[in-house]
């Protein structure tokens, strides 16, 4: 006599799954996506005039960066931790140096006249470089913008920038302007 094949309930399986599941859902972490945190200037409006403005020579200081991920400012080899000091030097120029910008005298609502500085730094680089390199160098140019943002509100306000009021920032923001332009990477024509 043949015995009956006995069935073994899945149902106990399914909420097993179900539970290993949701463990393994609580308890992994996901890896998060850094990007860059940088706020675009506003779109300018449709009405407004474009100038054609010309830049002096002396007010851009050009940052390339190549396939190599060597750094040239300004025409010399700089390491990237001599960046940020060669900026802050460029955009503040305290010597009113010839060969450093020109500084034009800008009334800023709530605070008075102050000598701004017309400094352009030029952010270029090449396909070829490397996205860490890339980020180093940003990094090193946004934190001489930020040292001499929070001399400036040291000096005027006894307080770092961040420490600001609202309207007290746009003082200093206009004051310091941040004026850093990247350039598209340019192509070297190395077949990868």
Request: aromatic fraction near 6%.
């Amino acid at each position: 006599m043949a015995r009956p094949v006995q069935e073994i309930n899945a149902g106990s399986m399914a909420d097993i799954a179900f539970l290993l599941l949701i463990f393994f859902l609580m308890v992994t972490t996901m890896d998060i996506e850094a990007g860059l945190q940088r706020r675009l200037p506003p779109m300018p409006d449709e009405n407004q005039k474009v100038d054609d403005i010309k830049i002096n020579r002396r007010n851009i200081l050009v940052v390339r960066i190549n396939d190599a991920d060597r750094l040239f400012a300004g025409g010399q080899l700089l390491d990237v931790s001599q960046l940020k000091d060669k900026a802050k030097e460029f955009l503040a120029n305290p010597a009113n140096d010839e060969n450093l910008p020109e500084r034009e005298d800008k009334v800023i609502e709530g605070f008075g006249s102050f000598a701004v500085s017309k400094g352009v730094i030029s952010l270029q680089n090449t396909r070829g470089t490397s996205y860490k390199t890339y980020i180093e160098v940003q990094n090193e140019l946004v934190k001489a913008v930020n040292e001499l943002r929070d001399e400036f509100s040291l000096t005027n306000f006894g307080r770092v920038y961040s420490a600001l009021d609202e309207d007290k920032q746009r003082i200093v923001r206009e004051a310091i302007p941040q004026n850093i332009s990247e350039a598209e990477p340019k192509d070297t024509g190395r077949n990868r």
